[in-house]
């Protein structure tokens, strides 16, 4: 569990044969995705209620993941969530996988097109090596959330002040609000 742990982000088809060297990648992927299909996860409580809210208050959300669409879409949907994000880019839209900055550029080009800048952006992420390092390469301000990949001691760890990691996403409207660069609509 902790090989996969410390390889949680990556595609499925680079952290199988990582963590499980002897599986067939092909096979092994094909029964993860079915059975990441077959049992939808739910959000963490409250964070449904953050996303409306943060939707409400105008903020153009986007989903930035290592998933596939095939499970992507499933779990948004499953949790009734897919309506409120204008942007979802699973592993196959992107040009390559986190951390490398190019894995964003589509996400980053469409909020470009919107008329917002790198100024506008908050990028809200859960993993130290993905999400937290391709942010600081882009020059993105970032907030880590927990529970997830990392804990909020390895975020702090890896530089990133105490005052920008949540002890939940579902906290994120209150911390928006007590930033008032960050409280406004996109």
């Keep these: 569990a902790q090989m996969a742990r410390k390889y949680f982000g990556k595609p499925a088809g680079e952290m199988i044969p990582l963590c499980w060297p002897e599986a067939d990648v092909e ?12 049992k939808p996860y739910p959000l963490f409580p409250g964070v449904k209620e953050a996303v409306e809210e943060l939707a409400e208050r ?3 959300l986007a989903v930035h993941t290592s998933r596939t669409s095939h499970t992507t ?6 949790n009734n969530v897919e309506h409120l994000f204008s942007i979802v880019q699973p592993l196959e839209d992107s040009p390559a996988s986190k951390p490398d900055v ?15 800048g790198m100024a506008d952006l908050l990028y ?4 130290v090596n993905f999400d ?16 997830g990949m990392n804990t909020k001691e390895e975020f702090l760890l890896a530089g990133l002040p105490a005052e920008r990691i949540l002890a939940s996403v579902a906290d994120l409207p209150d ?12």
């Design 27 to 38: 096979e092994f992927h094909g029964m993860w995705r079915e059975l990441d299909f077959a």
């Design 58 to 60: 105008a903020y153009a």
């Design 73 to 78: 879409l499933r779990q948004l949907s499953h």
């Design 102 to 116: 190019r894995s964003v550029e589509p996400i980053l080009r469409k909020f470009f097109e919107a008329g917002l």
């Design 124 to 127: 809200v992420g859960d993993a």
């Design 132 to 147: 937290w390092e391709m942010s600081r390469r882009l020059g993105i301000d970032f907030t880590g959330g927990t529970p």
């Design 175 to 186: 911390a928006l609000a007590v930033d008032p660069v960050r409280d406004h609509p996109r």
